[in-house]
């Protein structure tokens, strides 16, 4: 089983709607984790953490779930500009700590 | 406030050549992170420093890749030689400090190797 697992995807959506991804992830120690969003040929940037229960930031929601061993990003009333991929983050390790990323889910909101 | 800075962008060189990496992190950023992004992944740590000393470099191949962070502030990748699965983008990327977990990433720079 990969670390830090996610749907590829592609998510088409139509511009409005809501959607939601899921990031499993294996270590069940983690406590911190993050979500960032990928424009095409651009660096990664970092879109929430996730350290607890969960987060929000206007239309973005992140949520853990430790019993299931997953974090969910819900994006609301999506706008074409959120198009983009998706990559969720665990910080974990024994001694010393690193980020293992997910594979990215790729969104694409339509008009 | 600058972010991470990264050269060159792009870099197009032949197997078996050498090539080198440069970052410069955010001010102040003690930690420094090396990954490798191939098409359709997600970032790969490849080695980890902070300040001038490696935390951990146990994904970097020691056979062709090495990097250094000198005075603890910039840094250096290099692959000597180069071979074709090594055509990724190499992101450098910085954080405040441990007690700080939000990292920040430079533009990359897009290796081909032909």
């Known amino acids: 089983r990969k670390e830090v697992e996610q749907d590829p995807g592609p998510f088409n959506v139509p511009e409005g709607a809501t959607v939601a991804f899921n990031c499993t992830y294996s270590?069940?120690?983690?406590?911190?984790f993050f979500w960032y969003r990928q424009d095409c040929r651009k660096e990664p940037k970092l879109l929430m953490s996730?350290?607890?229960s969960g987060n929000e930031d206007g239309r973005f929601t992140a949520q853990l779930n430790r019993a299931s061993q997953y974090i969910s990003l819900l994006i609301r009333d999506s706008k074409l500009s959120d198009s983009a991929t998706y990559l969720c983050?665990?910080?974990?390790?024994?001694?010393?700590?690193?980020?293992?990323f997910g594979t990215g889910t790729r969104l694409k909101v339509l008009a | 406030e600058a972010g991470v800075a990264q050269s060159p962008r792009y870099k197009i060189i032949e197997k078996r050549q050498s090539v080198a990496f440069w970052c410069n992190p955010i001010?102040?950023?003690?930690?420094l992170y090396w990954y490798q992004q191939i098409l359709g992944q997600g970032p790969k740590l490849l080695i980890q420093f902070q300040n001038n000393g490696v935390v951990d470099d146990s994904q970097l191949p020691k056979d062709r890749f090495s990097a250094e962070r000198l005075k603890g502030v910039d840094s250096t990748l290099k692959i000597q030689p180069a071979k074709l699965e090594d055509s990724a983008v190499y992101l450098c990327a910085s954080r405040y400090d441990s007690l700080v977990y939000e990292q920040y990433f430079g533009p990359g720079t897009r290796l081909t190797v032909t």
């Open positions: 983050a665990d910080y974990c390790g024994s001694g010393t700590y690193k980020y293992i």
């Open positions: 996730v350290y607890s």
């Open positions: 270590n069940s120690a983690s406590q911190s």
């Open positions: 001010s102040g950023h003690a930690t």
